[in-house]
């Protein structure tokens, strides 16, 4: 919802800068801009990507709104419960908590612990399908930073038609004013798309992917541990070692530890 808000403040800020200047907001407004830099811009990323990739970029707004996150304490105590069930009663018994994951890269871990697949496979397996997340969820990326390439580009190129329509009518003197400054709204639509929308939109999805990555990273370490049979207390210890000093939940104070936790030397 940030990314959301920043886009709208930037629109705000091009708006009132306008304003402040006492010019009409109808000299922002150019159907013929529009369509040359927006236009122009999705035209290119076409020929770079295809269609595919461009939906992808679309759907990402999806997360914007919504950020995929994963819950990594709740991951790692979950992971130390199914531990605990499956060396208690055997991993057939973990089919019993698999309809209440709900994250599908989760599910496809759990459901290899209950098919006994090795550690070694699991990991390799596991990496693969990470891998092939992360490559779509960098693709959206991708895409918008592209777009902040070709559309200052293509933003010029609007400004010089215009230029061109205007020396044309130098016969009528009364409209080169107007016409120089609608030639240039396509520049601002250029510029201002690709450092206001176009690359901030690119760097955020980015970010995100990263940090799904390395969400993905502790999951399946998690998993490896679960297929080596380790115990639940071993497997919280090892993954919240990954965890950055600042996610981990602050303990409320230094006494309240476990009942029967032994004292310290």
Do not use: C
């Not at 895409?143 to 009518?169: C, F, K």
Request: glycine share 12%.
């Amino acid at each position: 919802m940030s990314g959301l808000l920043g886009l709208l403040a930037g629109l705000m800020v091009i708006v009132g800068g306008a304003l402040s200047d006492e010019d009409p907001l109808g000299s922002l407004v150019s159907l013929t801009a529009t369509i040359i830099v927006i236009g122009g811009t999705f035209a290119a990323l076409f020929t770079q990507f295809g269609l595919g990739p461009i939906i992808v970029g679309f759907k990402g707004f999806g997360w914007m709104i919504k950020p995929r996150k994963t819950d990594l304490h709740a991951y790692i105590e979950q992971v130390a419960e199914w531990s605990s069930l499956a060396r208690s009663q055997g991993t057939l018994a973990l089919e019993s908590v698999l309809p209440d994951v709900k994250d599908p890269f989760q599910q496809k871990g759990l459901q290899m612990i209950i098919d006994n697949t090795s550690p070694e496979d699991m990991h390799s397996i596991l990496n693969i399908l990470a891998e092939h997340q992360s490559r779509e969820e960098h693709e959206a990326g991708e895409v918008w930073e592209a777009a902040g390439g070709y559309s200052p580009t293509i933003g010029v190129m609007g400004a010089v038609l215009g230029l061109i329509h205007v020396m044309m009518r130098l016969n009528h003197p009364e409209e080169l004013g107007a016409g120089i400054a609608t030639a240039f709204v396509a520049t601002i639509y250029g510029v201002g798309a690709a450092n206001l929308v176009f690359l901030p939109i690119g760097t955020r999805f980015k970010f995100m992917a990263e940090a799904q990555e390395r969400n993905r990273a502790i999951v399946i370490q998690g998993f490896v541990l679960l297929a080596e049979g380790k115990p639940g207390i071993m497997i919280r210890q090892n993954l919240q070692s990954f965890i950055h000093e600042k996610a981990k939940p602050k303990k409320d104070a230094p006494e309240a530890e476990p009942a029967g936790a032994p004292a310290a030397a």
